[in-house]
C-alpha cells in the first residue's frame, strides 16, 4: 500500500517569512495530493491539492509543487502570518475504484512567530 | 450548506461500553470515509462506504468495530466494548466523487475511562 513521509515534523518561522514542508510518497499509482490544515480542536481542512498531470499549483500565498519521477510533493506558503500557525497534513490517493483512501503524512506543526 | 456534521463532539465511556459516532455527509456527497488520529499523530485511514455499502474496511480493527451507511440516515461508527486504546479523535469525512474534494467534520473525540 501506499506509504507518506512528511518533514519536518515542526517548522518554526518568522512572520513575513517563507514556510516549505515536504512529503515523499511511494505508490506510483498516486496521481491526486492534497494538503489539509488542521487547527485545535477542529477537523482537517483542505487548502490545496493537485493532480499528477501538473507539475505547480499556486493560489495566493500558498503554491504547492509535484515532481512525479522523484515521487515528491512540496507545500510552499510565502509571507506567513500568525493564523498560519497549525498542523499541515499532506496525503496522497489514487482515486480509482476502491483505491480510494487517502494515506496522510504525519503532519507538520507551523509555528509562525511575530 | 452545512458541511460535515459528526455528534456527539466530546464522548465519554467507560471501558466495556459502547460507542456510537454519526456523521452525516455534506449534501451531494455520497462517498463517506472514516479516520482515527491518536494524540499528535497522523489522520490513519478506518472505512469508506458508499450508501448501504462498505467498500473498503481495510483499516478497521477486526474486532469490535463496525460502519455503515444506511439508506436513510447518518452514517454510523459503533465500537462495542471499548478499551482505552480506543479514546482518540474520529473524523468523517465525505466527497462527491470517488477519492477527491475531500470534506471532513469536526470530529468525535472519544475518551475511554
Known amino acids: 500500500g501506499e506509504n507518506v513521509e512528511q518533514h519536518p515534523s515542526t517548522l518554526s518561522v518568522q512572520e513575513g517569512d517563507s514556510a516549505v514542508i515536504k512529503c515523499t510518497y511511494s505508490?506510483?499509482?498516486?496521481?491526486?495530493f492534497p494538503w489539509y490544515k488542521q487547527e485545535l480542536g477542529k477537523g482537517p481542512q483542505l487548502i490545496i491539492d493537485?493532480?499528477?498531470?501538473?507539475g505547480e499549483k499556486k493560489d495566493q500565498r500558498i503554491a504547492v509543487t509535484l515532481n512525479k519521477t522523484a515521487k515528491h510533493f512540496s507545500l510552499h506558503i510565502t509571507e506567513t502570518q500568525p493564523e498560519d500557525s497549525a498542523v499541515y497534513f499532506c496525503?496522497?490517493?489514487?482515486?480509482?475504484?476502491?483505491?480510494?483512501?487517502?494515506?496522510f503524512g504525519t503532519g507538520t506543526r507551523l509555528q509562525v512567530t511575530l | 450548506n452545512a458541511g460535515v456534521m459528526q455528534n456527539p463532539r466530546h464522548l465519554v465511556r467507560r471501558r466495556g461500553q459502547e460507542a456510537r459516532l454519526r456523521c452525516s455527509p455534506m449534501?451531494?456527497?455520497?462517498?463517506v470515509y472514516w479516520y482515527r488520529q491518536l494524540p499528535e499523530e497522523g489522520l490513519k485511514f478506518m472505512v469508506y462506504?458508499?450508501?448501504?455499502?462498505?467498500?473498503?474496511e481495510s483499516g478497521m480493527p477486526k474486532e469490535r468495530f463496525s460502519a455503515e451507511f444506511p439508506k436513510e440516515g447518518p452514517s454510523i461508527l459503533r465500537i462495542q466494548q471499548v478499551v482505552r486504546g480506543d479514546s482518540a479523535a474520529y473524523f468523517c469525512?465525505?466527497?462527491?466523487?470517488?477519492?477527491?474534494?475531500?470534506?471532513f467534520g469536526s470530529g468525535t473525540r472519544l475518551t475511554v475511562v
Open positions: 462506504l458508499q450508501k448501504e455499502n462498505i467498500i473498503d
Open positions: 505508490d506510483s499509482a498516486s496521481n491526486y
Open positions: 493537485i493532480r499528477s498531470n501538473v
Open positions: 449534501k451531494g456527497h455520497s462517498h
Open positions: 496525503a496522497a490517493s489514487n482515486p480509482t475504484g476502491t483505491a480510494s483512501k487517502l494515506t
Open positions: 469525512a465525505s466527497s462527491p466523487q470517488v477519492g477527491r474534494g475531500y470534506t
